[in-house]
């Protein structure tokens, strides 16, 4: 029974240790952006391209300025803002 109980425990454990944290702006690109077109891979545009597509999108998908500025941030951040070939 011990046995049973530590590998039902392990499986828990195991299962929450999985959860993806999300900032707010990968929020709103996947729900946002992803409402209407697929999801593009950060590093396939440089980062002004980014700026100018989201800026552009805004207007069609209803975003704040906030919500812009998080989606850009997102988008721009940790990456080589570089688009590859």
Do not use: Q
Not at 63 to 71: A, F, P, Q, S
């Amino acid at each position: 029974m011990k046995i049973i109980f530590s590998l039902v425990f392990l499986f828990i454990a195991g299962c929450a240790a999985t959860i993806i944290y999300r900032s707010k702006g990968e929020e709103l690109y996947y729900n946002k952006c992803g409402g209407c077109h697929r999801i593009h891979s950060k590093t396939e545009f440089t980062s002004e391209k980014w700026k100018s597509e989201v800026e552009e999108m805004s207007k069609k998908a209803r975003l704040n300025e906030d919500e812009k500025r998080m989606i850009i941030e997102y988008l721009t951040n940790d990456s080589l803002h570089v688009a590859k070939p």
